[in-house]
């Protein structure tokens, strides 16, 4: 089983959040936790149609078999680490993410419909640190330098998504003022607490293995 799931959702390669989310996975990597990058701009997601089918069949999307959003949640589900790497997009996630995010509706209406928080699909997977739901971990930046407001909408998704897939956010980094990798490498200190926090994870999933 992958220990660690890295989900980088930048359109841009080797970008802003690219590069934040290598470090923190050679931090995991350096005190030797497996980890498995995934691009998602590598992936087909086709956009929720809205068709309803997952309304009264929570298990069912009319969308499964023709693209790699099974292949994704899969993913998502048998890790017992999750990060997220996104950057933001008019106050929000990228269009690729959100068409993930939205294709999420089924395990939505499975937890409505089972009246529990870990949906069925979840069953059998290995609860992880409190028994209940995997901790999952994003990585934001954005290239203005202020606003209040700038994470805000991105984080709301996440944690509902992320609640749907029996995760809970437990950390973030919200990185301002990042156009370019070059504003990333100019700050030492951010670069190198990426890399601690990735150690320190490692660390953590050591000392609260699998229930
Ligand atoms: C389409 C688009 C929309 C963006 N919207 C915002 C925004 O609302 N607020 C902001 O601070 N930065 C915004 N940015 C800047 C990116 O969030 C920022 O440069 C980020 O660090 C890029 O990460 P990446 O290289 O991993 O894609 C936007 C960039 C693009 C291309």
């Known amino acids: 089983m992958t220990q660690a799931l890295v989900l980088l959702c930048s359109p841009r390669k080797n970008g802003v959040s690219d590069s934040a989310a290598q470090l923190f996975a050679q931090g995991l990597g350096e005190c030797g ?56 997009y008019f106050y929000h996630l990228p269009a690729h993410f959100k068409a993930l995010i939205d294709r999420s509706q089924r395990f939505w209406m499975q937890q409505q419909a089972c009246g529990t928080e870990m949906s069925k699909y979840w069953q059998g997977q290995e609860a992880w640190h409190t028994g209940h739901t995997r901790p999952a971990l994003a990585i934001l930046t954005a290239g203005r330098s202020c606003g209040t407001q700038l994470f805000k909408g991105a984080l709301l998704s996440l944690n509902y998504f992320l609640a749907s897939l029996g995760a809970t956010l437990y950390e973030t980094r919200q990185l301002r003022g990042l156009e370019t990798v070059e504003d990333l490498t100019a700050r030492p200190a951010v670069t190198a607490g990426l890399y601690a926090w990735g150690k320190d994870w490692a660390s953590l999933c050591r000392a609260c293995p699998p229930c």
């Open 33 to 88: 936790m497996s980890v498995q990058v995934l691009a998602l701009r590598d992936y087909a997601v086709t956009a929720c149609k809205g068709c309803g089918v997952c309304t009264p069949h929570p298990h069912q999307c009319m969308l499964a078999d023709t693209d790699d959003a099974e292949t994704l949640f899969t993913a998502l589900a048998t890790a017992k680490l999750l990060l997220i790497a996104s950057p933001i």
